[in-house]
């Protein structure tokens, strides 16, 4: 159902951007909000953004706004997360994640179903 994928390398320098995209199959944008979540070592997992219902409110974590766009691609089956002036604080494991209609409440709550996810490491 889902696959999560980096366009651009996950080692990049303070200041760089990077794009995730979680690419997914078996249902509609519609029907679900798609969240990025991260968990660096040691530390909580920590919602970054989400979309609902096919480009529907977003949320942006406080650490993040102003510097993460989220964005859905229909023709491509696709949410991405675009990650401008990162900073090392951003070095994670980041996945996305999908919340059906019925168990979603915003911003953050209700995700089921969980992509494998990729690293990323800012440095300084």
């Known amino acids: 159902m889902f696959s999560c994928r980096r366009l651009g390398g996950g080692l990049v320098r303070a200041g760089g951007s990077l794009r995730l995209s979680c690419a997914v199959s078996g249902f509609t944008f519609d029907d679900y909000a798609i969240g990025w979540f991260r968990q660096a070592p040691g530390k909580e997992r920590e919602g970054v953004s989400c979309i609902e219902y096919s480009d529907g409110r977003k949320y942006y974590s406080d650490s993040v706004k102003g510097r993460f766009t989220i964005f859905s691609d229909y023709a491509k089956n696709t949410v991405s997360l675009q990650m401008n002036s990162l900073e090392p604080e951003d070095t994670a494991f980041y996945y996305c994640?999908?919340?059906?209609?019925?168990?979603?409440?915003?911003?953050?709550?209700?995700?089921?179903?969980w992509g494998k996810g990729t690293q990323v490491t800012v440095s300084s």
């Open positions: 994640a999908a919340a059906p209609k019925s168990n979603f409440v915003y911003p953050l709550y209700g995700f089921a179903y």
